[in-house]
């Protein structure tokens, strides 16, 4: 199935892309950034 990826470049040194956005999602829902990128295993 066709999927939309979007990246957001902010200047040359900060870009928010996929990944990034998925880690914040997690540290939101779990509190911490350590459980975070447990969940993300």
């Known amino acids: 199935m066709p999927s939309l ?3 957001i ?3 040359p040194d900060g ?3 996929p990944g990034k ?3 914040l999602e997690q540290i939101a ?4 950034i350590s459980a975070a ?3 993300m295993e």
């Open 37 to 39: 990128a447990r969940g």
């Open 29 to 32: 829902a779990f509190g911490s």
């Open 15 to 17: 870009r928010i892309g």
């Open 5 to 7: 990826s979007l990246r």
């Open 21 to 23: 956005i998925e880690l």
């Open 9 to 11: 470049n902010l200047d």
